[in-house]
């Protein structure tokens, strides 16, 4: 096996604030990794602001891993990378896309015997004014979108209140609302106002308030399910949140968990609780994108899925899987079924 990185910088269509900092491009590599003439493709993506380590040291650690190739088995490679979750999950991405290949499986059927042929997909509205959120709603549902994710808690609680309001109003009893605060709210605030909301028929709060045993709590009380998102960094804190029973979902994040493999204990240790996984990409390139879209597959999950950020980006390193009618179709070659163009190969 041999391995090489493919830096990039693709910028986003406009910048855009996170609960950490302002993102205007999304620096990275492709790993492409080499088995006797199969090629798979990783992606290494980290957000600034989430992920621990910088992009320079993941990459020279993919790289050093890459040496040992040669020498030592794949799974003894990604065991020296446990400690940096984005670098594992380039090169641990790259490895299921080649043995996919070799078994001659779409990498959602490597991953679990029954996948879903189409992912559905959410639309996020960020936007902070109300009345551009709203706009964008409209957008969404217009494309087909059929689950629409409110940001909520950067704005005054009056305002958070009348845009999930006019949300409701705007799309009907059919689309499925969710909230994600991001962790902006006190626990007694975060119930209060979930309470508020109640009649609207939220599906979902992400992250209420911060930290996995205040979500719990919220969670315990709440009249809407509550998820656990940038609270938990690892499958074991995942296992944690879940293990509380009082939260309603999780979301998975296949890039900063780790991997795909990672990501799908996580999905099982979610299923066997009864919490639902929801997969989510990272603004990462249309390869990253591509494999949580395989993940989200295997989860068998039919509720939406957080993968459709491609269009956030004005360039990118292949073709994005299209969002269409609400969803995106698994690709059923064997694979990934998503090849960087030729600039990049
Ligand atoms: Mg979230």
């Known amino acids: 096996m041999s391995l090489d990185l493919i830096p990039y910088d693709l910028p986003l269509r406009?910048?855009?604030?996170?609960?950490?900092?302002?993102?205007?491009?999304?620096?990275?590599?492709?790993?492409?990794?080499?088995?006797?003439?199969?090629?798979?493709?990783?992606?290494?993506?980290?957000?600034?602001?989430?992920?621990?380590?910088?992009?320079?040291?993941?990459?020279?650690?993919?790289?050093?891993?890459?040496?040992r190739l040669d020498e030592d088995m794949i799974g003894d490679v990604l065991d020296t990378l446990v400690g940096a979750p984005e670098a594992r999950a380039a090169l641990a991405g790259a490895a299921a896309d080649v043995l996919a290949q070799e078994a001659g499986l779409s990498l959602a059927a490597h991953l679990a015997p029954e996948p879903l042929e189409r992912v559905a997909v959410n639309a996020t509205i960020g936007a902070a004014d109300v009345s551009t959120a709203l706009t964008n709603v409209y957008l969404a549902i217009a494309n087909g979108i059929e689950t629409i994710k409110l940001k909520v808690a950067h704005r005054r609680v009056e305002e958070d209140i009348a845009l999930v309001e006019s949300a409701r109003r705007a799309v009907g009893d059919k689309v499925e609302l969710r909230l994600d605060a991001n962790g902006g709210w006190r626990p007694d605030e975060a119930l209060e106002i979930l309470h508020r909301l109640a009649p609207l028929d939220i599906a979902v709060c992400e992250e209420p308030t911060a930290g996995i045993d205040q979500i719990a709590a919220v969670g315990a009380e709440s009249p809407i399910p509550v998820a656990v998102d940038e609270s938990a960094r690892t499958v074991d804190d995942l296992r944690r949140a879940i293990a509380t029973g009082t939260v309603g979902a999780v979301v998975i994040k296949p890039q900063a968990l780790g991997g795909p493999d990672f990501a799908m204990q996580a999905i099982a240790a979610a299923h066997s609780a009864g919490v639902t996984p929801i997969v989510t990409s990272m603004i990462d390139s249309a390869v990253g994108v591509a494999h949580a879209v395989h993940v989200a597959a295997a989860s068998g999950v039919t509720a939406a899925h957080g993968v459709a950020t491609s269009a956030l980006l004005a360039a990118d390193v292949a073709a994005p899987l299209p969002v269409e009618d609400g969803a995106i179709l698994v690709p059923s070659i064997p694979g990934l079924g998503v090849r960087p163009s030729a600039a990049a190969r």
């Open 14 to 67: 406009s910048p855009m604030a996170t609960s950490h900092a302002i993102v205007a491009d999304r620096r990275g590599a492709l790993v492409r990794l080499d088995d006797h003439g199969t090629i798979g493709w990783g992606d290494l993506c980290p957000m600034p602001g989430w992920s621990v380590q910088e992009f320079e040291s993941l990459h020279d650690q993919v790289d050093m891993a890459g040496l």
